[in-house]
């Protein structure tokens, strides 16, 4: 089995910052690509950042320029920082992982169970 565990959400003030990391850990052969994701109270889970193994990165048009994914690939970690915090990104943000297992050698995705994140003054 695989694990993901999230950590560095809470509260901050609108045009604070955050920064959230995720560490996979278990059955681990590969990792091909470490993303984020939220979801607001009432709406459907959105795509934040992705980044694969390569290092190429995609962000969803609301976060550009404020947000920044990266990836620890020694830790099976990654990280996100969040700049210019608006309130509108209150979500419980949750990562995932598309993970080659060992020693299956089954690809699969997991998720981590999610983290809060609220911006209110």
């Known amino acids: 089995q695989v694990q993901l565990v999230e950590s560095g959400g809470g509260l901050v003030q609108p045009g604070g910052s955050l920064r959230l990391s995720c560490a996979a850990s278990?059955?681990?052969?590969?990792?091909?690509?470490m993303g984020w994701y939220r979801q607001a109270p009432g709406k459907q889970r959105e795509l934040v950042a992705t980044i694969i193994s390569g290092g190429r990165t995609n962000y969803a048009d609301y976060v550009k320029g404020r947000f920044t994914i990266s990836r620890d690939n020694a830790k099976n970690t990654v990280f996100l920082q969040m700049n210019s915090l608006k309130p509108e990104d209150t979500a419980v943000y949750s990562c995932?992982?598309?993970?080659?297992?060992?020693?299956?050698?089954?690809?699969?995705?997991?998720w981590g169970q999610g983290t809060q994140v609220t911006v209110s003054s």
């Open positions: 278990g059955s681990i052969d590969s990792i091909y690509a």
């Open positions: 995932n992982a598309v993970v080659r297992t060992s020693p299956q050698s089954i690809v699969r995705t997991y």
